[in-house]
């Protein structure tokens, strides 16, 4: 069993930055490929950043390519999306997810970000 725990949500202006942040359980943090979705009131979950367990590889929606970042620490177990030069459409629960060797996906509870124009 994985339990991921986001924070670093908030209210920002537009053109401001936060950086979430998911932290993760389990012994074998390493291996899991992890990403962050994103979900806006009345519309479904999206897909904004994923990076694959050795770090080496990243991808991003269109909607964020160039002002956000996905990055994984294995040795705190915690994988982070840094937010910049953010716009009042990337307000939204965004939620971590992990992804294990063995296929089997986990979700964190989500944290709010709000951007004001």
């Known amino acids: 069993q994985v339990q991921l725990v986001e924070s670093g949500g908030g209210l920002v202006q537009a053109g401001g930055s936060l950086r979430l942040s998911c932290a993760a359980s389990?012994?074998?943090?390493?291996?899991?490929?992890m990403a962050w979705f994103r979900q806006a009131p009345g519309k479904e979950r999206e897909f904004v950043a994923a990076?694959?367990?050795?770090?080496?590889?990243?991808y991003y929606a269109n909607s964020v390519k160039g002002r956000f970042t996905i990055s994984k620490d294995n040795a705190n177990d915690t994988a982070y999306l840094q937010m910049n030069s953010l716009k009042p459409e990337d307000t939204a629960v965004y939620y971590c997810?992990?992804?294990?060797?063995?296929?089997?996906?986990?979700w964190g509870q989500g944290t709010q970000v709000t951007v004001s124009s």
């Open positions: 990076i694959s367990w050795s770090g080496s590889s990243t």
């Open positions: 389990g012994r074998t943090f390493s291996s899991y490929a």
């Open positions: 997810n992990a992804e294990t060797p063995g296929k089997d996906d986990y």
